[in-house]
């Protein structure tokens, strides 16, 4: 079946700094949709991004992201870090049988310190 | 644009009393619906799904049962609750251009005692 790895659990950084949260996926579907959400403290999962074209960057919100099939990775980018991007990071995968859902990362901890 | 409302938003309840949560989506046909349940602190994950009325899929098996009786409603519930059912129930819809884009309610915090 499907799977999103997001190697990091948390990851804590200097506002200013850059960020990035590694995603990578297995699918046997070619054409697989790859999507960030991310959550903020006692709220509900928002769509950040998502892709479905190959070396594209997409970019939202600051943050950017590129879909490399050939790597299968979609790695999450933001040159400065905010104090308000600490949250919760999901990298997620939609494959052909898109109708039973997400695939979701275990998720990435995003703690920016002043 | 769709909206998704959830109730009720928070909930204290004994261990062993029964439960009910429910979602309600505005402003989308025949959507695709999922209910999620985060543990405090923990990852997303899917209970159940539904593509059509009358109509749900299981994915965990958690002593939980959902249903769908109308287009725009997506229930989920249980007779005896359990310690473990605490968490953030999270209900989702999305649907149509094959990326099924995922859009979350407010969430309901459920503390079981």
């Known amino acids: 079946g499907d799977s999103v790895t997001q190697t990091e659990g948390l990851v804590t950084l200097t506002e200013g700094l850059p960020v990035m949260l590694n995603c990578t996926y297995q699918?046997?579907?070619?054409?697989?949709?790859l999507f960030w959400y991310v959550q903020h403290l006692n709220e509900s999962p928002r769509l950040l991004l998502k892709?479905?074209?190959?070396?594209k960057r997409t970019e939202h919100q600051g943050f950017h992201a590129t879909l490399h099939k050939s790597s299968s990775s979609f790695h999450l980018q933001k040159s400065s870090a905010q104090l308000s991007d600490s949250a919760l990071y999901y990298c997620?995968?939609?494959?052909?049988?898109?109708?039973?859902?997400?695939?979701f990362g275990l998720g990435t901890r995003v703690s920016v310190f002043p | 644009a769709q909206t998704i409302h959830q109730w009720p938003v928070a909930e204290i309840k004994a261990v062993g009393s029964p439960l009910s949560l429910g979602c309600t989506i505005k402003?989308?046909?025949?959507?695709?619906l999922y209910w999620y349940w985060q543990a405090t602190g923990g990852t997303l994950q899917q209970l159940f799904y539904?593509?059509?009325?009358?109509?749900v899929e299981s994915v965990v098996q958690l002593n939980l049962s959902a249903s769908r009786p109308k287009d725009d409603q997506f229930i989920l519930s249980t007779e005896k609750l359990l310690l473990s059912h605490s968490g953030f129930y999270l209900c989702?819809?999305?649907?149509?251009?094959?990326?099924?884009?995922?859009?979350f309610g407010a969430g309901t915090r459920l503390s079981v005692l």
């Open positions: 997620a995968l939609s494959d052909q049988n898109y109708a039973q859902g997400l695939t």
């Open positions: 699918t046997i579907y070619s054409n697989p949709f």
């Open positions: 892709s479905f074209t190959d070396n």
């Open positions: 402003g989308k046909s025949s959507p695709n």
């Open positions: 539904s593509i059509t009325v009358g109509q």
């Open positions: 989702a819809a999305g649907g149509g251009g094959g990326q099924n884009t995922l859009y």
